[in-house]
């Protein structure tokens, strides 16, 4: 059971340049979100999801996309990628009442 | 969802007890309280949640007070490895399962 599981775990990427974050889960979660979180502050949610093929925007969601094809899988992407899009990138899903489980993260510059 | 209000930090002495408050003047009956924390540079990871009593589990303790509109979570013996950014969130349960953190209160904990 190795819970939420995010790579890669370190990207550069150039402004302009797009990419996709993966994220995935083997505990059957049905719902899975994606944070970022920037220096000093809080998580700010970007886009969540409540089961397969069903997605949602949160907080902050311009310049990502997401899809959900699969109960496992929830990646985000990055079209054009963005120096304000500098940031620390959380992915977590729940069932029920339970709470979320967090993967490690994916550390993110643009420039 | 309720608005939160932590301290921004709090010290504790190793091995005594942190006690950790949280104002949530607003929340509504069907709200949850929450408390996550974050070690620097990993995900959060939740630590327990309740509704109207008192809670405790292998982490941490979560008095409510008895009118809801604060909380505090208890770490009973604090360790240097608790040193972290706690988050109390209040949030209903419903199919948009989203979870709205603040800016929390950085724990230290002295030796």
């Known amino acids: 059971n190795a819970g939420v599981t995010q790579t890669p775990k370190f990207q550069v990427l150039k402004t302009g340049q797009s990419m996709t974050l993966q994220c995935a889960q083997d505990m059957n979660h049905e719902y899975m979100s994606w944070y970022r979180q920037d220096p000093g502050m809080g998580l700010r949610l970007i886009h969540y999801s409540v089961g397969a093929g069903i997605t949602d925007q949160g907080e902050v969601p311009n310049g990502y996309n997401v899809s959900r094809s699969t109960t496992e899988d929830f990646p985000l992407r990055l079209l054009s990628a963005a120096p304000s899009q500098t940031s620390v990138y959380f992915c977590?899903?729940?069932?029920?009442?339970?709470?979320?489980?967090f993967g490690s993260g994916t550390r993110l510059t643009v420039v | 969802d309720a608005k939160t209000t932590q301290p921004p930090s709090m010290d504790c002495a190793e091995g005594r007890a942190a006690n950790l408050p949280c104002n949530h003047s607003?929340?509504?009956?069907?709200?949850?309280v929450y408390w996550y924390r974050q070690i620097h540079s990993q995900g959060p990871q939740y630590i327990i949640h309740?509704?109207?009593n008192n809670e405790t589990n292998e982490m941490a303790s979560l008095i409510i007070t008895e009118d809801r509109k604060s909380s505090t979570l208890i770490l009973p013996h604090a360790t240097l490895r608790d040193t972290a950014v706690y988050y109390c969130i209040v949030r209903v349960e419903g199919a948009t399962n989203k979870l709205i953190f603040g800016t929390g209160t950085l724990l230290a904990v002295q030796p």
């Open positions: 977590a899903s729940r069932q029920g009442l339970r709470g979320y489980t």
């Open positions: 607003t929340i509504s009956g069907n709200e949850y």
């Open positions: 309740g509704l109207k």
